[in-house]
């Protein structure tokens, strides 16, 4: 059973870089033909997607955040991460990350438990 | 981007109850159109995928419908573990893939 496990920071001060990592812990990883994604949840709102990536390190990025965004991957430690830079409290949310299989490798199977970053003043 | 209009934002319904939700797209996105379903302090779930496919291991009371911009999901028979906010969302077109706002059901 594929499982994704979210790490980092969970507090970070308005004006710095959020930096999350993903761990996958199977074989799918290595695989190839999926999208490892971040996508986000502010406090009792909506879902956003934040971008993806493939294992050989193409990336897409959502428009609205892509001035801020780096999705990177290291392959030898099954890992995927996310910096975002210059957060603000609108940046405050749960930070999932998803594998992507499906049309357009976006149909998002599954997840981590997500964590919670709270951007602080 | 594409932009998913879906409703009712909640409902309150009874066990038993047939519960309906719908989603718009504002445009075309073939059957690319999943349904998941989040529970409080979890992680979305994916139950249906390209419009009427159930995910593996998805009781069969749930199901989905439509092409195009207008989709359906059903619950057929609405049980207490049902309870949940369900949310759609596009894959047909990226950058983004889009959400819907959300579709809270509760209990009458």
């Known amino acids: 059973q594929l499982q994704l496990q979210e790490s980092g920071s969970g507090l970070v001060k308005a004006s710095q870089t959020l930096s999350l990592t993903c761990t996958v812990s199977?074989?799918?990883?290595?695989?190839?033909?999926?999208?490892w994604n971040w996508i986000r949840q502010p406090p009792g709102k909506g879902l956003e997607w934040i971008g993806y990536?493939?294992?050989?390190?193409?990336?897409n990025y959502n428009p609205s955040l892509r001035s801020r965004v780096t999705i990177s991957v290291d392959r030898s430690k099954n890992q995927f991460s996310l910096k975002l830079t210059s957060v603000t409290a609108a940046d405050t949310a749960f930070y999932y990350c998803?594998?992507?299989?499906?049309?357009?490798?976006?149909?998002?199977?599954?997840w981590g438990q997500g964590t919670l970053v709270t951007v602080s003043s | 981007d594409i932009q998913m209009t879906q409703s009712p934002s909640s409902l309150s319904a009874s066990v038993g109850d047939r519960v309906t939700i719908t989603c718009q797209a504002s445009?075309?996105?073939?059957?690319?159109l999943n349904w998941f379903q989040q529970m409080p302090g979890k992680a979305p779930k994916l139950l249906i995928y390209d419009a009427s496919n159930l995910e593996r291991g998805v009781p069969s009371r749930f199901s989905g419908s439509g092409s195009g911009t207008d989709f359906t999901f059903t619950i057929s028979s609405l049980q207490p573990a049902d309870f949940a906010t369900y949310y759609c969302q596009q894959s047909h077109n990226l950058p983004p893939a889009t959400f819907g706002r959300g579709t809270k059901v509760e209990i009458k």
């Open positions: 998803a594998r992507g299989d499906g049309y357009n490798r976006a149909t998002f199977d599954y």
């Open positions: 990536i493939f294992r050989g390190g193409n990336t």
């Open positions: 199977s074989g799918s990883f290595s695989s190839g033909g999926y999208s």
């Open positions: 445009q075309d996105i073939s059957n690319h």
